[in-house]
């Protein structure tokens, strides 16, 4: 099993940045494929982005590509999300997810998640 904690959120202008982290705990975590949702009050939570289980390859919702970067750091247990030129409509609570078998866009796909954590984008 593996445990997830996010870090990194907070309130930003439209158009500033931010980088979201989620450590993993144990020592296989280069054995999961990760990903990053968001949820918005009254909205479903919705697929962000991606990374192979070695970060050879990354895929991104429409709504984020080229604004958002998804990195890994096995090393560290550590997965980040680079949020450029944010928008309000950004604002949503994030949540990394990890699984050991499948790389995917559908929350089904993972079945491990954190707590995750509130970004809020004024105008």
């Known amino acids: 099993q593996v445990q997830l904690v996010e870090s990194g959120g907070g309130l930003v202008q439209a158009g500033g940045s931010l980088r979201l982290s989620c450590t993993a705990s144990?020592?296989?975590?280069?054995?999961?494929?990760m990903g990053w949702f968001r949820q918005a009050p009254g909205k479903a939570r919705e697929f962000v982005a991606r990374?192979?289980?070695?970060?050879?390859?990354?895929y991104y919702a429409d709504s984020v590509s080229g604004r958002f970067t998804m990195s890994r750091d096995n090393a560290k247990n550590t997965v980040y999300l680079q949020m450029n030129s944010l928008k309000p409509e950004d604002t949503a609570v994030y949540y990394c997810?990890?699984?050991?078998?499948?790389?995917?866009?559908?929350?089904?796909?993972?079945?491990?998640w954190g707590q995750g954590t509130q970004v809020t984008v004024s105008s």
């Open positions: 997810a990890a699984d050991r078998r499948s790389y995917g866009s559908s929350k089904g796909d993972y079945g491990y």
């Open positions: 990374i192979t289980w070695g970060g050879e390859s990354t």
């Open positions: 144990g020592r296989t975590f280069s054995s999961y494929a």
